[in-house]
């Protein structure tokens, strides 16, 4: 192989790597996601209101945790947590998620009111979003990675 070939393939190569995310959950999704209107605070995500929010992304985090149950009252940011993880997970951990709910019809609402608009208001998962314009729909989300 031509070594100026060669060399334009590495540097294309070693441009495009990143190096793994090492913040935390909270701050990438204050970076990164800004909350539809069909949330109950739209806009910039941030655990400045909800502080108790801090230790289950972390619990999420750390590869020693099996699993995170969350116990609280109405409207104080459980269910948020778990919509938040999916565009972390997509963009730093790609792999399969599923994600139940009791019934087609109330998946197929979820998806289309909130993780598709959360999705599309994330810059990372966006950008991937936009090379398929049929990845997204309520029947289920296509991701090329």
């Known amino acids: 192989m031509d070594k100026d070939i060669r060399n334009n393939l590495i540097r ?25 209107s069909a949330y109950a605070i739209p806009g910039r995500f941030s655990v400045e209101s909800s502080p108790y929010l801090v230790q289950p992304f972390r619990d999420l985090k750390d590869p020693s945790v099996k699993m995170v149950l969350l116990i609280g009252a109405t409207q104080i940011g459980k269910t948020l947590i778990s919509e938040l993880y999916i565009p972390y997970i997509v963009v730093n951990d790609p792999g399969p998620i599923l994600r139940l709910h009791a019934s087609d019809e109330m998946a197929a609402l979820f998806t289309e009111t909130r993780l598709i608009p959360l999705l599309k208001n994330c810059k990372p998962v966006n950008s991937i979003l936009k090379m398929n314009r049929f990845a997204a729909s309520k029947k289920g989300i296509s991701l090329p990675h």
């Not at 995310?21 to 996601?33: L, R, T």
């Open 12 to 36: 294309c190569y070693t441009d495009n790597l990143t190096p793994p995310y090492s913040g935390s959950i909270d701050a990438w999704c204050h970076e990164n996601c800004d909350l539809p």
